[in-house]
């Protein structure tokens, strides 16, 4: 199988500080990465890379036919404006040439409903603008989704149902999913492979293997504990 993403000896430097350094690793079509690593590791900095938005040294490679999608931590808007969710959705989905038709079976399918889609993002609960995003992200029809910690500010009841939702996506898209998350209990649920950025430590391969309690510890510079799911892959 020729793999969708080949990163090879990447190196991204701010001034004299190099926050990512000799990296290497492959992503397949349909596998879940899960990129994980303590504070100031550079996992936020490596998707800026592989998106594009980041100089860097050595080599990140993209098949012809990947078409990414991007759903950020948080954006750096002004919730206050009296925009609604359909604003922005619609907006997308002109300038992508996008049929309203389109746009609303993508509003519909993560759940985004026509009253949700005339509200001021302003007064969104954070699930629903999780949501929005995502389906900001997937105008378009992208093969692969990169994540950065989408349910950081939700509480688990609404992390749960992201993180279900990003599952379902994927198997119905046959979709390649990137995720930037500190839940290593659904690294271990949601993941195929595991990335760890670590200053001192970087390490890559399937959860069995990476999540141990003596690679987190090295990762972490710090014990770790965590819930193993069990379910079906």
């Not at 009296?82 to 389109?102: F, M, W």
């Not at 759940?111 to 992200?137: C, M, N, R, W, Y």
């Not at 690679?215 to 892959?233: C, G, N």
Request: hydrophobic share 45%; glycine share 6%.
């Amino acid at each position: 199988m020729t793999p969708i993403l080949s990163v090879r000896d990447l190196k991204i430097q701010f001034g004299n500080r190099a926050v990512i350094k000799d990296l290497s690793f492959t992503v397949d079509p349909g596998d879940s990465l899960a990129i994980i690593g303590p504070n100031g590791a550079g996992k936020t900095v490596l998707l800026r890379a592989l998106l594009g938005l980041l100089p860097y040294e050595g080599a990140i490679e993209w098949t012809p036919d990947a078409k990414l999608g991007y759903v950020p931590q948080k954006i750096a808007a002004d919730r206050q404006l009296p925009l609604h969710i359909n604003d922005l959705l619609e907006a997308k989905a002109r300038l992508l040439k996008i049929s309203a038709r389109d746009a609303r079976s993508v509003s519909a399918r993560v759940g985004l409903t026509p009253e949700l889609l005339d509200t001021s993002v302003g007064i969104l609960s954070g699930g629903e603008f999780q949501k929005a995003l995502i389906a900001f992200a997937l105008l378009g029809d992208p093969n692969v989704l990169l994540f950065d910690e989408p349910t950081a500010s939700l509480d688990e009841l609404a992390e749960a149902h992201i993180y279900e939702l990003v599952r379902d996506l994927q198997r119905e898209r046959h979709m390649t999913v990137l995720l930037v998350s500190h839940d290593l209990s659904v690294v271990y649920q949601f993941a195929t492979k595991v990335l760890c950025l670590s200053k001192g430590k970087t390490c890559f391969g399937p959860p069995r293997e990476i999540l141990t309690p003596e690679t987190l510890e090295a990762v972490y510079s710090a014990p770790v504990k965590f819930y193993e799911h069990h379910h079906e892959r």
